[in-house]
């Protein structure tokens, strides 16, 4: 056998991903927010690179014939920002509250200084996070000393908080309020069984007739299991959308949120100046001027990405902006993508960090994405998509009876004579569970309890 070598020749063809396509890419995911972060961060690095305070309208975005929807960009009047100022006061967050509380024991120095480890252990719910036995070793003190401690903690307002499971959380506050009877003691106990709804095995253990078992019931429900969840309760800052969708005299129409979208400002003069007093800074010059003109221009691009792709979502969507979620219509991403000209990853890419403000609500526009469900007769019918599947098993849920639920064979039976969509139980019971739903035996265990 010979070995030897030889060379050859061809040609292929190759996409090859430059850290600017990558930036690109990364760009058509980004919200306004997030993009006015990442333009800045560019400013600090690029000295010819601004974020300008407003943006200017994209380039054929400004007539209806450009896009399937008229669309332009607002005039910015209204400022998503000042909503943020009307938010109330929330108050001391529960370590605050806590630490003033136990303040007011006056506690000796040393258990003041036990008292921390307890605070630390605070769980959101206002229970305890750790055992008694990793307290004390942390301390390096008998566990004795630390249960001791932990009654006087108990003591504090809101009743509740420090407590190690819920039985002992509402006992401290059926306690607080005088109601801690040997029967009620004796309901605290067994709260597996009240989770089952045994109301007549409770009457038992409780020895209690139905009707007092009732009251008990009651009371109980009237306590707040996380007493804790009343503070830290500030709600999270609702990021702005950056579409708008308002109807107009000729259709709907979207919009770029102009007061959010940032703008790239590449500062011309500066780079000329730069360049004629100091001609050795021309290649510098030269090279930070091209990625600030780049980026300005994949700015721009996004933008005008972004607009296409959320009016052709409108325009298939008009019923649900019309009549609401049940008249969402299956649409998925390739159908987008082919009627904008654009690759069906370009769509998801832009779909997944972008808020859309409709006259139903404020929706991550990847949300109007969703999968066809065949109808019965399999021919003519119009196809649901399943978001309005799960709309409608919601709306079905929410009217039932209480005290007899619709199972998910009823659900699934209801939807096809209704609506002309064949499901499957199990299909049923897959979208209540994303909609956090429980069963049907469960709500109606639920409704014996409230009843009660």
Known sequence: MQLFTSQSIGQRQSVVVTAQLQQAIQLLQMGNTDLASFIESQAE????????????????????RDLTLPSQLRSGEDDWDKLGQLAA????????????????????????????AFLDALEPSGWLGQSLSAIADRLMVDESEVEALLHRLQQVEPAGLFARNLAECLRLQARDQGLL???????????PMLAQADLRGLCRVCNVAMDDLKAMLRQLRSFNPKPGATFDG???????????VTRGADGWRVDLNRSTLPTVVVREGEARRLALRRIEANAYVSERLSVARWLSRAVEHRNQTTLKVG???????????????????????REVAEAIGVHESTVSRVCSGILI?????????????????A????????????AAIRHR??????????????????????????????????????????????????????ALMTKA
């Open 234 to 244: 500030a709600p999270m800052p609702q990021r702005a959308p950056d579409l708008l």
């Open 357 to 373: 403000a409709t006259p139903q609500g404020t929706f991550p526009l990847k949300s109007f994405f969703s999968a066809a469900l």
């Open 181 to 191: 009877t040997p029967a009620f003691s004796a309901l605290l106990n067994n709260l």
């Open 89 to 116: 006061d929330p108050g001391p967050s529960l370590y605050a509250h806590a630490a003033a509380e136990v303040a007011r024991l006056g506690l000796s120095p040393r258990d003041s200084m036990m008292a921390e």
């Open 375 to 386: 109808s019965r007769d399999g021919d003519g019918g119009e196809a649901g998509s399943a």
């Open 45 to 64: 690095e690029n000295p010819f690179l601004d974020l300008g305070a407003r943006a200017a309208q994209p380039k054929g975005a400004s007539t209806a």
């Open 393 to 446: 098993i919601q709306k079905l849920i929410a009217a039932e009876n209480p005290e007899e639920p619709l199972s998910d064979d009823i659900i699934a039976r209801i939807i096809g004579q209704e609506d002309g969509i064949q499901l499957a139980r199990r299909t049923v019971a897959k979208y209540r569970d994303q909609l956090r739903i429980a069963s049907s035996v469960d709500r109606r265990r639920r």
């Open 311 to 333: 009016a052709e979502v409108v325009r298939r969507q008009t019923e649900f902006l019309e009549h609401g979620p049940s008249r969402l219509r299956p649409m998925v991403l």
